[in-house]
């Protein structure tokens, strides 16, 4: 069935197959983990299951506060049914703390409370290695228009509230995180969505308490097994139900 699918793109985490109707694809999450531009890769049983899940969660729960997303349905384990979007070619972060390539850059340590949230753009291009651009480059460039980066700065603003208040709730601290946003007509008018998923993979995610790392730092940094930091973000959620690991050495019936 899935061999008769016409393959549309085939990225390091996800690859995008024709959809059942015209303007839309199917969404599927691979076990796949690459860090540092794909130089460090392996494949970590579960996390495209863990994944598929998380990102519909929270983007039922971003739609839920009316953000438009890209999101239809879950098909099943590792697919989900998205709406075709023209993708603005950057990666939008939003930071909370300092940490990652802005703690590097800045010379700052860690974990440090940034004064407000701070949103930042990269051009993505592996071969570049993402470089952050001024708002000047993507103008000049044309990859969006200056509305449109107000109304990405907007849309991203808002995600990270909601982030960060429904994470907080679980006991975890939204470092930062990266988004994308697509592009759709409403005949000729151009409209914002967002795109791609949200998952640990794009986040930092830090226990209030311990400040243990439940995000793909944990593979970055070798600091134990990603499946189980990522089982014990969506077990938080309630995503999971509790009692089921990444890895049942049993059946377990499903009611
Ligand atoms: O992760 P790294 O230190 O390379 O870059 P960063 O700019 O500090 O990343 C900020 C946030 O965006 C982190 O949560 C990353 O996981 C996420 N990110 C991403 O998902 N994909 C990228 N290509 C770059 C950053």
């Excluded at 407000?116 to 993402?130: A, C, I, W």
């Excluded at 988004?179 to 640990?200: C, H, K, Q, T, Y």
């Amino acid at each position: 069935m899935m061999a008769r699918r016409k393959l549309v793109y085939e990225g390091k985490a996800k690859i995008l197959y024709e959809g059942p109707e015209p303007g839309t694809f199917v969404q599927y999450f691979k076990d796949d983990a690459t860090a540092f531009n794909a130089e460090k890769k392996a494949v970590i049983e579960g996390k495209g299951v863990l994944n598929n899940r998380l990102s519909e969660y929270f983007m039922i729960g971003l739609q839920s506060i009316g953000i438009p997303t890209h999101f239809i349905k879950r098909l099943n384990m590792r697919e989900q049914l998205i709406r075709q979007a023209e993708i603005v070619p950057l990666e939008v972060i939003v930071r909370n703390y300092a940490a990652g390539t802005m703690a590097k850059r800045m010379g700052m340590d860690e974990g440090t409370q940034l004064p407000r949230p701070v949103v930042e753009f990269s051009y993505k291009d592996d071969s570049l290695g993402d470089p952050l651009v001024p708002e000047e480059y993507i103008a000049a460039f044309g990859w969006a228009s200056q509305q449109e980066m107000d109304d990405i700065v907007s849309l991203a603003l808002r995600v990270n509230d909601w982030m960060s208040g429904v994470m907080y709730g679980v006991g975890i601290k939204l470092i930062d995180f990266k988004i994308e946003v697509g592009r759709v007509w409403d005949n000729d008018f151009p409209r914002l969505i967002l795109a791609d998923e949200i998952s640990p993979d794009s986040c930092r995610l830090w226990d209030i308490e311990t400040g243990q790392k439940l995000d793909k730092d944990v593979f970055r940094r070798d600091l134990g097994d990603l499946a189980d930091a990522y089982t014990e973000v969506a077990k938080r959620l309630g995503v999971l139900p509790s009692n089921v690991t990444h890895a049942p050495t049993k059946p377990t019936l499903i009611n």
